[in-house]
């Protein structure tokens, strides 16, 4: 059984940083495709980062490229998000999951058989 199980979220300050995890259980997750999903209170869930296989190509929304990277730990099997210059705007639910593809400035959509794990919780403090 294929899981993906998300750490590192806590509380931060504004300006702070924080270092999200997400280890893959059942597959080896350097083989796939992953994204970072945020969902903030009250919005839909959305894609803000995700990282080829492969090459590594790496792709970001607007809303956070330049302070945050996503980034393979093979050792781990998992893939990070260093989240760097946090604002409350980051505050909400993130989560990771296998994607279609990331490439050209593009992140996949998550496949209809991936399950969603819990998430780990951003809360950013002014």
């Known amino acids: 059984q294929v899981q993906l199980v998300e750490s590192g979220g806590g509380l931060a300050q504004a300006g702070g940083s924080l270092r999200l995890s997400c280890v893959a259980r059942?597959?080896?997750?350097?083989?796939?495709?992953v994204g970072w999903f945020r969902q903030a209170p009250g919005k839909e869930r959305e894609e803000i980062a995700c990282?080829?296989?492969?090459?590594?190509?790496?792709v970001y929304t607007k809303a956070v490229k330049g302070r945050f990277t996503i980034g393979r730990d093979n050792a781990n099997n998992a893939v990070f998000l260093q989240m760097n210059s946090l604002t409350p705007e980051d505050t909400g639910v993130y989560y990771c999951?296998?994607?279609?593809?990331?490439?050209?400035?593009?992140?996949?959509?998550?496949?209809?058989?991936?399950?969603w794990g819990q998430g780990t919780q951003v809360t950013v403090s002014t």
């Open positions: 999951a296998r994607v279609y593809y990331a490439q050209f400035g593009s992140c996949g959509t998550v496949p209809a058989s991936e399950s």
């Open positions: 059942g597959v080896t997750l350097n083989s796939y495709a």
């Open positions: 990282i080829a296989t492969g090459h590594e190509e790496t």
